[in-house]
């Protein structure tokens, strides 16, 4: 019985395989591309997602958002701004007023992209009653002093003087929407791929969009379907059922390997604690340097990311744009840290190391670094938080707590994490002498006083700050054996979910 | 008592149950730490952005007035709306009916014959073949849980075999339910079947049936007109406790072959803090298990009248 079961599942089966493949060949005649329907299986939030660019929060939001939208810079695999619908831009000597150029290029309705749809996208994300994500980044533009000039020229005034303006630009979010576009439920962009239907929860369909500037996509149509469970995108993909499986473990990549093709891109995610620096015990440097030096970055890696992983130099930012890649890799030292831990007093001290299952493998390398800690003469405590809530428990409560990022340009994690002022500032790190040399570093008129200064931060944070940054792990994503172009690249950086440039054939 | 009288009786306790559980379940999740706009704002918990959200969704306003709100919403059946995505819970609540409904109804359309087959056949021959079949599968299948099963049938019947999908994820067809009807039938069939089989030897070796047999009434008719009736009373007892497994979504399984579900609705909805959605969901299994409880409780009393 289960037998001829299972034959009218296989028959139901390649025969739906089949109606879609002819759907494929047929409209690609018409694209030239190699055509095609690509299916992406991403996680998903069920009732909670949305299509409006400007609210996405989950990858599969910022990956939809991406295919149907454009900002006017994005950032490259180095995570270094790249103009996109900004054809160039030029500041003034004084880096506070910003000429943006912009590309000839049309949303799907046919209408021009034209200054005014930037302004307005910036004026909605910058509404002083909206909490859309852009909104911080955004927020040191003067819009009332900003303008069109002409049809293709936008003229920025800034609240202070940036010279990182472009990361402005290609800020998590920033999407440029049409002038009064309201119905979001409809987006109109003037992204690779136009708007064909929705299913929350469920899936996205979209077609290609024959005159986007950057060239038209190879394939046809662009499918992104829900799974949350990893064991699901994979199962999908290796039963035919999806093209692309989004965020995978390392594991996964492992056992898999013959069967599909794994992409990884390096440096994608810092892997880190954060011992805040404004409270016992580790208000005390030399702890702090004990900490860095008892820390075998090699077995965390080895553990937590086989295979998927490099290790880290206590730095966010290892091979992007300012990254000071000259400071030489700290290495385990026990005998200096048993020694940095006595003259701090701290011997038999009990740590106190704040997880939760809020990223995937932080209890793992908490476990991992316990181990490590003890073995340097100190007691280890593990406290496992809610998961749901954690990234807003960590900003107060705890003294060493799992932490990760990311990418994002080194200026940004700056501004938002180490600053006095910053908001979301774990460690607790704030030194006027630190936020003038940001300053330095993002106002100085000469572009080598701005390096200088980045250098000098990274110095000061690698000997004394409170981020240990273990390492850096692998994006890792998987396609079918038929997908080709899909490149390694960090996720939320351009190259990353991008399928304008993927061909199936 | 008459089966109208017992259950008009029943009725108003049901109603009384669906509102405890609802007022117990809003206070659960106001005890949960965190709410939606701290889940909202994610790894970017910037207080100020968070304090907006708060008072954009309404959630500085005080506890009293919320429940308050929900109640008299309640009371004109009207769900709400999902504090995250503004949609109306009736209709989050529907979209995920259907699936939950349909494999629930296949699975017990196939569980109540296979079981109530098994469980006879096992008892008229004790220690035979399918009996024995059936507790070795029994013990078998209640030490793996739905997931490692749910893995074993993928990696075989799609991985190495390529005979079904491996998930629902573009779409519910035939072929894609056919391994998750086998992983919801496993344990049930089992634990329904072993019940069956307990409660017919029980029967057959009661007085009565002996009684009936030295009457001279037929055999077949002893076995299922007297026998199996009350044979099947405690077994229906556990149906009613299957079904309500089945009815509040069997999140395991809907998460491995991607079945957007009440489970994963209702996971969703948790991790978000959306209280209206979770307080829908909970009105709606209080509602389920209330009624199926009822039923099953009706059916054990008209299989076999006491007292």
């Given at each position: ?95 506070r ?58 003229e ?35 992204g ?57 473990s ?23 604690f954060?011992?805040?620096?404004d ?38 930012g ?49 476990t991992?670094?316990?181990?490590q800690?003890?073995a ?21 409560k ?20 180490l ?54 792990a ?32 | ?45 910037d ?192 149906l ?19 079945i ?41 009393f ?6």
């Amino acid at each position: 019985m289960n037998d001829r079961l299972s034959r009218r599942g296989f028959l139901g089966a390649s025969a739906g395989a089949l109606v879609l493949a002819g759907c494929g060949t047929g409209s690609s005649s018409s694209g030239g591309g190699g055509g095609g329907r690509l299916r992406a299986a991403f996680a998903g939030g069920g009732a909670t997602e949305v299509l409006d660019p400007h609210l996405a929060n989950l990858f599969v939001e910022a990956a939809r958002s991406k295919a149907m939208f454009d900002k006017l810079a994005d950032l490259g695999d180095d995570v270094s701004p790249r103009p996109r619908l900004a054809e160039k831009w030029e500041p003034s000597a004084d880096l506070r007023t910003w000429r943006v150029t912009l590309r000839q290029a049309t949303f799907h309705d046919g209408r021009p992209v034209r200054p005014q749809d930037v302004l307005a996208s910036y004026a909605r994300i910058l509404d002083p009653k909206a909490t859309f994500r852009a909104k911080s980044s955004l927020a040191l533009i003067d819009l009332s002093a900003s303008k069109a000039v002409g049809d293709r020229t936008v003229e920025f005034r800034l609240k202070r003087p940036f010279a990182e303006f472009p990361n402005v630009m290609a800020a998590f979010g920033a999407f440029i929407v049409p002038e009064g576009l309201r119905d979001f439920g409809k987006p109109v962009g003037s992204g690779p791929f136009r708007f064909v239907s929705w299913k929350p929860g469920r899936s996205v369909l979209l077609k290609r969009y024959p005159d986007y500037w950057d060239g038209a996509p190879y394939i046809d149509e662009l499918e992104f379907l829900i799974a949350n469970e990893e064991s699901a995108r994979i199962s999908a993909l290796l039963g035919g059922q999806v093209d692309y499986a989004h965020d995978l473990s390392p594991a996964t990549a492992r056992q898999h390997r013959s069967r599909a093709r794994f992409v990884q891109a390096p440096n994608s995610g810092m892997q880190a604690f954060a011992m805040k620096v404004d409270r016992p015990p580790f208000d005390d440097r030399d702890l702090r340097e004990a900490m860095f030096l008892l820390t075998d970055r090699r077995e965390l890696v080895n553990t937590t990311l086989p295979g998927a992983g490099q290790v880290g130099n206590d730095l966010f930012g290892k091979g992007y744009l300012h990254y000071a890649a000259d400071i030489p890799q700290r290495e385990q030292d026990l005998d200096r840290a048993r020694a940095l831990i006595r003259k701090a007093g701290a011997e038999g001290l009990t740590v106190r190391l704040t997880t939760s299952q809020a990223a995937a493998g932080f209890v793992e390398s908490a476990t991992v670094f316990a181990d490590q800690v003890r073995a340097a003469g100190l007691k280890a405590e593990i406290v496992t938080g809610s998961k749901d809530t954690y990234w807003s428990d960590i900003l107060t409560k705890g003294s060493l707590v799992s932490f990760r990022s990311g990418a994002m340009p080194i200026e940004t994690h700056i501004a938002q994490r180490l600053l006095s002022h910053s908001t979301t500032n774990a460690t607790r790190w704030a030194r006027p002498d630190f936020d003038a040399l940001y300053d330095r570093a993002v106002s100085s008129p000469r572009a080598q006083d701005r390096e200088n200064a980045y250098q000098e931060m990274q110095r000061i944070l690698h000997a004394e700050g409170g981020l240990l940054v273990w390492g850096f792990a692998d994006w890792i994503v998987a396609t079918s054996k038929k997908v080709t172009g899909v490149r390694p690249a960090p996720a939320n950086t351009l190259d990353w979910a991008r399928f304008d440039k993927v061909r199936l054939g | 008592m008459s089966l109208t009288k017992y259950a008009a009786r029943r009725l108003p306790l049901t109603l009384a149950q669906v509102v405890a559980v609802a007022s117990a379940v809003f206070l659960l999740v106001e005890l949960l730490p965190g709410d939606a706009a701290v889940v909202l704002a994610g790894d970017s918990p910037d207080p100020a952005r968070v304090a907006q959200i708060r008072a954009e969704l309404g959630l500085d306003r005080p506890l009293p007035e919320r429940f308050g709100a929900w109640m008299g919403g309640l009371l004109q059946f009207d769900l709400g709306a999902s504090i995250v995505s503004g949609r109306p819970v009736a209709d989050i609540v529907l979209d995920a009916l259907g699936p939950t409904a349909l494999l629930a109804g296949l699975t017990l359309a196939l569980l109540v014959p296979l079981a109530v087959v098994a469980g006879v056949r096992a008892a008229l021959r004790e220690g035979g073949l399918t009996d024995r079949t059936l507790t070795a599968a029994g013990v078998a299948l209640y030490s793996i849980p739905e997931f490692a099963l749910a893995i074993v049938l993928i990696t075989v019947f799609s991985g190495y075999l390529g005979w079904l999908p491996a998930t629902a994820i573009d779409g519910i067809g035939p072929a894609v339910l056919v391994l998750p009807l086998l992983v919801l039938l496993a344990r049930p069939l089992c634990s329904i079947g072993r019940l069956v089989r307990a409660g017919m030897i029980e029967a057959l070796a009661a007085g009565y049936t002996r009684h009936a047999l030295r009457l001279g009434v037929p055999r077949w008719r002893v076995r299922y007109a007297h026998a199996l009736p009350n044979a099947l009373a405690p077994a229906v007892q556990q149906l009613a406790r299957t079904t309500d497994w089945l009815l509040g979504g069997v999140v395991v399984v809907e998460a491995v072959f991607v079945i957007p579900g009440l489970g994963t609705v209702l996971v969703d909805a948790v991790a978000d803090r959306d209280l209206p959605v979770i307080q829908g969901l909970a009105v709606l299994f209080a509602t389920t298990t209330v009624l199926v409880n009822l039923a099953a409780d009706l059916a054990a009393f008209r299989l076999a009248p006491r007292a």
